[in-house]
């Protein structure tokens, strides 16, 4: 891209074909058109516009003394 515009733009975001390179949690960085990424923004949402998260798992966990206890909540 160079900084030059690539694509068109629309205000429905499904429509807009600009081109932005992402930036990947590994580092890899590739080129993707703006409607592709909205349409993976939301097919992650639920109609009410709520988003879930799956986790995995919890790699480290410590309770220090501003913890809430059972019985305060």
Do not use: K, W
């Not at 807009?16 to 409607?35: C, I, K, P, Q």
């Amino acid at each position: 891209m160079n900084g030059n515009i690539v694509g068109e733009y629309d205000e429905n975001p499904l429509l807009n074909t600009l081109s932005y390179n992402v930036e990947f949690s590994d580092g890899e960085v590739r080129e993707h058109e703006a409607n592709v990424i909205a349409e993976n923004i939301y097919a992650q949402v639920d109609p009410d516009g709520c988003r879930q998260q799956l986790l995995d798992s919890i790699l480290d966990h410590r309770r220090n003394s501003d913890a809430v206890e059972t019985d305060d909540m």
